[in-house]
């Protein structure tokens, strides 16, 4: 079935650290990832996304890695800003839908100053 | 140019009651989606509309859920005799009518739905 999963449901970084957050999918139809950060109270904001036929995308601070090999994603944040802390999540076009998102769990992210 | 607009943001009914929870699209945008995030959780998807048209309602609940996007005004999630496990978040995305990236979705800041 579909799933989305991430290995980490919290991490805890300091101010200035790189961080990585990790998220594993199953369903090996899907074809376009994006990483989604949520901040307390708020819906969740598009950071960047990537699709299949690439390995690795880069952003602003950012940095996404797909192996399709081993169904795994990544979100590299550089340089961690306490601005940075909120919940992040993976999501997959479920089984290749134009529309239909399917999301992970989301992992804690806390920034120490 | 305002985001998608949600509203209530917190709803509290009591076990039985009506729930109504609006949405209104980023300008432009003719595309709405509902998703629900329970606690801890990451949002599932639940209906996605078209002005006037349910285009895919796979992740609503059989029963007691309904969504409308009409013609004129904001979207409807209405929940009928809510009950304590419909308490959650609702968040609404809406997206453009062509666009090259087909899960451009932009979301509300969302309802929160306490049943009590």
């Known amino acids: 079935g579909e799933s989305v999963g991430l290995h980490l449901p919290t991490l805890s970084v300091q101010e200035g650290d790189n961080s990585i957050i990790n998220c594993a999918y199953s369903?090996?139809?899907?074809?376009?990832f994006i990483w989604y950060k949520q901040e307390s109270g708020k819906g969740p904001q598009f950071i960047i996304d990537?699709?299949?036929?690439?390995d690795k995308r880069q952003g602003q601070r950012v940095t996404v890695l797909l192996n399709k090999t081993v169904k795994h994603l990544s979100l590299q944040i550089a340089a961690t800003q306490p601005g940075d802390s909120a919940v992040y999540f993976c999501?997959?076009?479920?089984?290749?839908?134009?529309?239909?998102?399917?999301f992970g769990k989301g992992t804690l992210l806390t920034v120490n100053p | 140019n305002a985001g998608v607009m949600q509203n209530p943001r917190h709803l509290v009914r009591r076990r039985g009651q009506e729930a109504r929870l609006r949405c209104s699209p980023m300008?432009?945008?003719?595309?709405v989606y509902w998703y629900r995030q329970l606690p801890e959780e990451g949002l599932k998807f639940m209906v996605y509309?078209?002005?006037?048209?349910?285009?895919?309602e796979s992740g609503m609940p059989k029963e007691r859920f309904s969504a409308e996007f009409p013609k004129e005004g904001p979207s409807i999630l209405r929940i009928q005799q809510v009950v304590r496990g419909d308490s959650a978040a609702y968040f609404c995305?809406?997206?453009?009518?062509?666009?090259?990236?087909?899960?451009?979705?932009?979301f509300g800041p969302g309802t929160r739905l306490t049943v009590t």
């Open positions: 995305a809406s997206s453009p009518l062509s666009t090259s990236a087909p899960y451009e979705q932009y």
């Open positions: 369903n090996s139809a899907s074809d376009y």
């Open positions: 990537i699709r299949s036929n690439m």
């Open positions: 999501a997959e076009n479920s089984g290749g839908s134009n529309y239909k998102l399917t």
């Open positions: 300008k432009g945008h003719s595309h």
């Open positions: 509309l078209q002005k006037e048209n349910i285009i895919d």
